[in-house]
Nanobody, 123 residues
């Protein structure tokens, strides 16, 4: 069992930055692929970024590529995402997710989810 707790959301102006973190409990974090997803009001959940177990590979949605950076610290059981050059369309609830094995772009592949943290970008 893995429990995930996100933090770092908030209100920011367009062009600003935020850093989201996700703290994981459990012994299996280092063997878990990690991902970030988001869901805006009235829209389906969408993939944002993912990182492999060893941090050797990272994956990004085209909409955030070059602006967001995902990283993880297996010693601290945390995964983070730095978000720069934020846009109003980045406004959403952001979720951290974990799965046994390799990371994935599909939310259906993930076994554990955090409660979500709200990010609001004002224009």
């Amino acid at each position: 069992q893995v429990q995930l707790v996100e933090s770092g959301g908030g209100l920011v102006q367009a062009g600003g930055s935020l850093r989201l973190s996700c703290a994981a409990s459990g012994r299996t974090f280092s063997s878990s692929g990690m991902g970030w997803f988001r869901q805006a009001p009235g829209k389906e959940r969408e993939f944002v970024a993912a990182i492999s177990r060893s941090s050797s590979s990272t994956y990004y949605a085209d909409s955030v590529k070059g602006r967001f950076t995902i990283s993880r610290d297996n010693a601290k059981n945390t995964v983070s995402r730095q978000m720069n050059s934020l846009k109003p369309e980045d406004t959403a609830v952001y979720y951290c997710a974990a799965r046994r094995g390799a990371s994935s772009r599909s939310g259906a592949d993930y076994d554990y989810w955090g409660q979500g943290t709200q990010v609001t970008v004002s224009s």
